[in-house]
């Protein structure tokens, strides 16, 4: 009789100036992982601190999670450094503003359970009432589940994967997720397994970037992308709403 080994899930949360919403996250993301406890799996928390300059780290460890720190201020790099703590056999990236539910990381269990499956995402919910904002939202989970496209905010794969796909781009500051989509695409296909999009569970994330920054900002950075992507998504300052430190 063959002795089955639980499965282990590494949550990796990247955060930067985020002592105002993560410890809700946290416990949210504390209260969805019960979905994996109720399987027997085991799970790690680990909070990447990216160089913050408030609480961030405080208020991670005081949620009981093991927190490292990635003294240069991009989200790849972030997420990266939480990934060569993880002990794991899966990943999972929660954004420090975002909070799971319970279901969602039961629908995760659920396709680790089948076998087939190497990596994948979820579509996103804003919070709050921001009718043209909610329309462009709905736009890109469309288009995440017809071309298979991961959302920065939630992603989950196995550990080996990640690893062999070389992780999230450090030369990007924007857009990171989608580059790492095409490398772990190109995995499964080789594995025969396959990358999913879940949508019975939406991710729900702060629409705060709506607060901070006027409709002119979002378009201006879109406007630029479409012109020049490699020059816009390779500088920090032109991704400036990531990385300016407004909360």
């Known amino acids: 009789m063959h002795h089955i080994v639980p499965v282990r899930i590494s949550l990796i949360v990247p955060a930067f100036n985020e002592e105002r919403l993560l410890g809700d996250s946290l416990a949210a993301i504390q209260k969805a992982a019960r979905a994996f406890t109720l ?98 939202t709905a736009l890109w989970n469309c288009l995440s589940r017809r071309f298979k496209l991961l959302a920065g905010s939630f992603i989950f794969c196995q550990a080996k994967a990640f690893h062999t796909a070389g992780g999230f781009s450090e030369k990007l500051f924007a857009g990171e997720e989608l580059d790492l989509t095409v490398r772990l695409k190109r995995i499964a296909r080789e594995q025969r397994k396959k990358v999913v999009i879940l949508h019975g569970h939406p991710l729900l994330t702060s629409a705060r970037k709506l607060h901070l920054y006027s409709g002119r900002d979002h378009l201006w950075f879109i406007a630029k992308v479409m012109l020049a992507p490699q020059k816009v998504l390779t500088s920090r300052d032109a991704c400036f709403t990531w990385y300016d430190g407004r909360r």
Do not use: M, Y
């Not at 319970?102 to 359970?113: H, N, S």
């Open 39 to 136: 399987r027997d799996w085991g799970t790690e928390l680990i909070v990447c601190d990216n160089n913050s300059t408030d609480r961030t780290a405080e208020v991670a460890r005081a949620a009981g999670a093991k927190v490292v720190f990635e003294p240069i201020n991009q989200i790849g790099r972030a997420r990266n450094r939480g990934a060569q703590a993880a002990t794991c056999d899966w990943l999972i990236f929660v954004d420090a503003d975002s909070q799971p539910t319970l279901e969602l990381f039961a629908a995760v269990g659920d396709q680790i359970d089948t076998g087939c499956c190497l990596a994948g995402g979820s579509t996103v919910k804003l919070e709050g009432d921001f009718p043209k904002a909610k329309s462009i």
